[in-house]
């Protein structure tokens, strides 16, 4: 299955471009990028808030009833296996993409919790990847911007 794939790809240019496209944000490794490639190609979102609430990363509070002091969490709507893709791309993310990690620790010194800061960043990586794919550019990294 996973060869049958592949050669899929390979063989179509819109998707081995995005895939390759994708390849440039730091920690999306090749399996991250074909899977958003195959959602944000095949789906026609008009920003990536779209594309985040499509994969269950929109957060949900608890405010019903007694319980108005809980906990917010994803919705959990989208697909598991590119959430659990973008949730190992956010960790290591967290440690070699500088957009990530500004935002990780920023986050954790606003005193949110490491879990919730490191969805934030699963959800950052999703507007990256809808930025790239719907830009056409290659993604540059902020120390290399012209301002």
Do not use: W
């Amino acid at each position: 299955m996973r060869k049958t794939i592949d050669s899929h790809i390979v063989a179509d240019d819109l998707l081995s471009g995005s895939v390759t496209r994708l390849r440039t944000i730091p920690a999306i490794g090749e399996k991250t990028a074909m899977r958003m490639a195959a959602i944000l190609v095949t789906n026609s979102f008009r920003s990536g808030k779209e594309a985040a609430a499509y994969l269950g990363l929109v957060p949900i509070k608890c405010e019903s009833g007694s319980s108005v002091r809980g906990r917010s969490c994803f919705s959990k709507a989208g697909n598991a296996r590119v959430r659990a893709s973008l949730y190992m791309a956010a960790v290591v993310a967290k440690k070699i993409n500088p957009d990530i990690k500004d935002l990780y620790d920023r986050l954790c010194a606003q005193g949110k919790t490491k879990m919730s800061a490191l969805g934030a960043c699963m959800r950052k990586l999703v507007h990256l990847c809808y930025g790239v794919l719907k830009s056409g550019h290659d993604y540059v990294r902020p120390e290399a911007r012209v301002t």
